[in-house]
């Protein structure tokens, strides 16, 4: 499996930036794809963006898409998600999953590895 840690959650207002990471270690993480999640109170896991693992294709949920970036730094097994124009209903726990495998899914049993979360809150 691949260990993750995310970082970079925060409470910020509506209209702001954040940008996450999701540092990766284990089995070869450069042939890892990479799921961003994230689940708000009461609410299931759901799919926010993903990246393969030629960092080429990427995929994003619709409601995300044009405000939010993913991408990946292979020399620091990090990938990132830029979130720009943050809204209230983006407050929601972010986790980042791998899939040994080129192709993106969007689906959470897709993943084998999670990492712990981190906090994004959004004030409006």
């Known amino acids: 499996q691949v260990q993750l840690v995310e970082s970079g959650g925060g409470l910020v207002q509506a209209g702001d930036s954040l940008r996450l990471s999701c540092a990766a270690s284990?089995?070869?993480?450069?042939?890892?794809?990479i799921g961003w999640f994230r689940q708000a109170p009461g609410k299931d896991r759901e799919f926010v963006a993903g990246?393969?693992?030629?960092?080429?294709?990427?995929l994003y949920a619709d409601s995300v898409k044009a405000r939010f970036t993913i991408s990946r730094d292979y020399a620091k097994n990090t990938v990132y998600l830029q979130m720009n124009n943050l809204k209230p209903e983006d407050t929601a726990v972010y986790f980042c999953?791998?899939?040994?495998?080129?192709?993106?899914?969007?689906?959470?049993?897709?993943?084998?590895?999670w990492g712990q979360g981190t906090q994004v809150t959004v004030s409006s």
């Open positions: 990246i393969g693992w030629t960092g080429k294709s990427t």
């Open positions: 999953a791998a899939r040994p495998s080129p192709v993106i899914r969007p689906g959470r049993t897709d993943y084998d590895s």
């Open positions: 284990g089995r070869t993480v450069s042939r890892n794809s």
